[in-house]
């Protein structure tokens, strides 16, 4: 019979950042701890609240699986003498591993034959197997920061209190520290403090006991009635984020409504909204055009009594939190933006790299130069250049000191305020997005103006450049300096815009400006830029190592990776031709193939073809053919149509290549002959290869 576990870790509150690890990790750790040990369950759910992390698990097998053992002893000519008797060294085979002679069979091996022992082990039983799984997926945690409490130096984020573990109806024992494993549990620390028995491992059951005592275990349907109350009380739809994190902080959510005096809305929204939300994660409350209003929602922990003094508390913190951040904005802006610039000569760039003066004043050069590759008119390059100027004027100010996650958003503000443009003060802003890898380009278009994309790019760049110029780039798991975010983010932003230029050239004169700064020169950090971007693309695109469509970015890529906005729409418009028209893609893929085999056998041969060398009819079809459809060809690679470009060199090439193959030798023992025909392969292969794929690197599709 399948049998039932409830594990609940009871702790002291813990914070959110452990708990989105904890909810992402534990549950995945412990399902991959019951496979490797054999165990067979049939679903595994994981539930958080403050002050616990539960597991419940179904329809685990009462035993582990058997396991069939292996050990290879000696190789059969050793293990026997010439009479078929054991040998020494068999004999002590048979001894380490307490086997017997009868144990023993031949084994073929591709190292010849072998004396090898099979044994069945059988499982252990669930109860002797499942305690030590779950210590150890809780003690491979890894978390940020831990605390330690009792005298055997236990390590969590917050101390545990309690441990309710039941196997069906029993406690299946097991210690963390000094707390040792029983069936009781906590509810709500104020409103159900005392502690309650669990019966057996019964997920209903449970989650009843719990809701008793003012906690709702699921941390989805805590989420659905903060959303639910906030909707009724203030007819607007709650922060999204804040709602998940107030969900993590309670155990039984409550939302009180309250007001603020409407002086505050003279402040720019997302100042407010910042302050409500950083410092007390409350939220703020808009009308139907998304206009704030003077009135706020705090989630509490359960509902008390005395709601007008708790609401009045609640209005008395926020509101000298307004205070605070009224006053820093009127000294913020007591001068105007551009005369802030001047003082980032004292903010350190990436240590052996200057300044961030020094920076900005790479990013206005920088700019100069790419407004021409971008195709911008006069005023949106005069644009770029002067968002480059103030792009990081902000980190001097009150405010951002207090609230870092409003850089770029008081740039615009403090921007507008000093009475810059407005492309130029929401190119500040936006110059900081994607604001992670996880936004989706097309969320990314609608958020982001063009100009600020650009800026974003530039900006970028320099921090790239700067960094795999003195050897920062990331290694492994290792990023601290986010490095793999910002190339990420110019993949991101290139693809939602369709932006088209080089970006070496960008790099090349981003390592210019740098003058002597860097340790390598362009040469190696060009070589490093080109691996990190190639890895970049395949994440933003979804394509991971082993995948059916690797190979195609890989052949992609080979032709040129550095135009990035050409390499998606080139991967995009062959990934459909493979998925849609396999027939024209493996011509095409075949003839890029043979021709690149013999080229690659070849080395470095001639580059011409020399016409009056061309002997055989097949090999001088092949080179009319190359004269009436290169036109064609090229023309539709200018225009970019490169399924028609694919479906007609295949078309054109497949048959009389084939031809050619099966009646012509290329390497014939005529020296020039030779080398004429190895010139009339690479032609055929370049008309292809070289505008739009190398598919000598694609498979053929089994």
């Not at 300096?481 to 230029?501: D, E, M, S």
């Not at 700064?517 to 362009?522: I, P």
Request: charged letters at 30%.
């Amino acid at each position: 019979m399948s049998r039932n576990y409830l594990l609940e870790i009871g702790t002291e509150e813990l914070p959110t950042d452990s708990l989105d690890l904890i909810e992402g990790a534990f549950g995945s750790a412990l399902q991959e701890k019951l496979r490797g040990a054999r165990v067979r369950f049939s679903r595994l759910s994981l539930y958080t609240t403050p002050r616990r992390v539960a597991v419940f698990i179904e329809g685990l097998a009462p035993k582990q699986d058997s396991e069939i053992v292996e050990w290879v002893g000696p190789s059969w000519e050793r293990a026997f003498d010439a009479a078929g008797k054991p040998t020494e060294a068999l004999a002590g085979f048979l001894r380490a591993k307490n086997l017997k002679e009868t144990d023993i069979t031949k084994k073929e091996t591709p190292r010849g034959n072998y004396a090898v022992a099979r044994r069945t082990v059988p499982g252990k039983r669930l109860e002797q197997v499942l305690p030590e799984l779950v210590s150890a997926a809780l003690r491979e945690l890894a978390f940020p920061k831990t605390m330690r409490w009792d005298r055997h130096r236990t390590s969590f984020p917050r101390p545990i209190r309690w441990i309710l573990s039941l196997l069906d109806r029993n406690v299946l024992a097991f210690s963390v520290g000094d707390v040792k494993a029983g069936r009781v549990t906590y509810g709500h620390r104020f409103m159900a403090p005392a502690k309650r028995s669990v019966p057996k491992a019964d997920l209903k059951a449970y989650r009843a006991v719990l809701k008793k005592a003012h906690v709702l275990l699921d941390l989805a349907e805590r989420k659905a009635l903060i959303q639910k109350q906030f909707a009724a009380k203030t007819r607007s739809v709650p922060d999204a984020e804040l709602v998940h994190v107030t969900a993590q902080l309670t155990e039984e959510p409550f939302v009180v409504t309250g007001a603020f005096s409407a002086d505050f809305l003279s402040l720019p929204q997302e100042i407010l909204a910042t302050t409500l939300k950083k410092n007390q994660k409350i939220f703020t409350v808009g009308d139907a055009r998304g206009k704030l209003k003077p009135q706020f929602a705090a989630v509490m922990n359960g509902k008390r009594e005395n709601l007008p003094r708790i609401i009045k508390d609640y209005r008395d913190v926020l509101e000298a939190r307004l205070r605070d951040a009224r006053f820093f904005y009127q000294e913020d802006t007591r001068e105007r933006l551009e005369q802030k610039v001047d003082r980032l000569k004292d903010i350190v760039f990436l240590g052996k790299l200057g300044n961030m003066r020094e920076k900005v004043e790479r990013m206005v050069h920088l700019a100069g130069a790419f407004s021409q590759a971008a195709g911008l008119a006069p005023q949106d390059a005069e644009d770029l250049r002067r968002a480059a100027f103030l792009s990081k004027a902000d980190l001097l100010t009150q405010m951002v000191y207090e609230f870092p996650e409003l850089q770029g958003v008081m740039g615009r503000e403090y921007a507008r305020a000093s009475g810059e443009r407005e492309p130029v003060a929401a190119a500040v802003a936006e110059h900081y997005l994607p604001r992670n890898l996880q936004q989706s380009y097309q969320s990314l278009f609608k958020e982001q103006s063009r100009l600020g994309s650009l800026l974003a790019i530039l900006e970028k760049i320099d921090t790239l450049v700067g960094a795999f110029g003195i050897g920062l780039e990331p290694t492994g798991s290792q990023d601290p300096y986010a490095l793999r975010r910002a190339g990420g983010g110019i993949v991101k932003i290139i693809r939602a815009f369709k932006h088209r230029f080089d970006l070496l050239d960008l790099i090349r004169e981003s390592v210019r400006l740098y003058g002597g700064r860097l340790a390598k020169d362009e040469t190696a950090v060009t070589r490093g830029l080109e691996a990190f971007f190639k890895e970049r693309i395949a994440h933003e695109l979804g394509v991971p190592a082993g995948s059916v469509e690797d190979p195609i970015l890989k052949a992609v890529l080979k032709t040129s990776w550095s135009e990035i906005g050409g390499v998606i729409f080139r991967f995009e418009v062959l990934k459909h031709v493979h998925d849609k028209d396999p027939g024209s893609f493996e011509k095409a893929r075949k003839v890029v193939e043979r021709t690149h085999n013999i080229l690659k056998a070849a080395g470095k041969s001639a580059e011409a073809v020399r016409q009056e060398l061309l002997i055989e009819p097949s090999e001088r079809h092949l080179y009319e053919l190359i004269g009436e459809k290169s036109a064609d060809l090229r023309h539709l690679a200018d225009e970019e149509k490169f399924d028609t470009l694919t479906q007609l060199y295949g078309k054109l090439f497949y048959d009389p290549l084939h031809e050619f193959f099966d009646k012509v030798l290329v390497n014939v023992e005529d020296a020039t002959v030779r080398e004429n025909r190895r010139a009339l392969m690479r032609a055929v292969n370049r008309l292809y290869v070289d505008r739009v794929a190398d598919l000598a690197l694609v498979p053929q599709a089994n």
